[in-house]
């Protein structure tokens, strides 16, 4: 069975840091892309960042560039998101999914597996 399981939320203050994982299961980092995404209250499903398992390529959403750094760890077969100076903004609900392939696409909509998602919450 393919499973996704975020880990890492939390609150912080402004310009503070967290580490997001998401640790795969049933799937190898090798199998899927991993995007990682986000929700706030009101708002649509986002993307945020993704990694390729074909090429190790990364992706980023503008407003994210130079704060947010996405890796792969195969030998736990977990990806993480590293998230630095945080954002009021950024605060939401962060989801780490793997769509159908190992190359890296925007839309939420062509993921077919999704974690349960970890909360972020970034105080002023």
């Known amino acids: 069975e393919v499973q996704l399981v975020e880990s890492g939320g939390g609150l912080v203050q402004v310009g503070g840091s967290l580490r997001l994982s998401c640790a795969l299961s049933?799937?190898?980092?090798?199998?899927?892309?991993i995007g990682w995404f986000r929700q706030a209250p009101g708002k649509e499903r986002e993307g945020v960042s993704c990694?390729?398992?074909?090429?190790?390529?990364?992706y980023y959403k503008d407003s994210v560039k130079g704060r947010f750094t996405v890796s792969s760890d195969n030998t736990k077969n977990t990806v993480y998101l590293q998230m630095n100076s945080l954002k009021p903004e950024d605060t939401a609900v962060y989801y780490c999914?793997?769509?159908?392939?190992?190359?890296?696409?925007?839309?939420?909509?062509?993921?077919?597996?999704w974690g349960q998602g970890t909360q972020v919450t970034v105080s002023s």
């Open positions: 999914a793997a769509p159908p392939g190992r190359l890296c696409r925007w839309d939420p909509y062509e993921y077919d597996y």
């Open positions: 049933g799937f190898t980092f090798d199998d899927y892309a």
């Open positions: 990694i390729s398992s074909s090429d190790y390529s990364t």
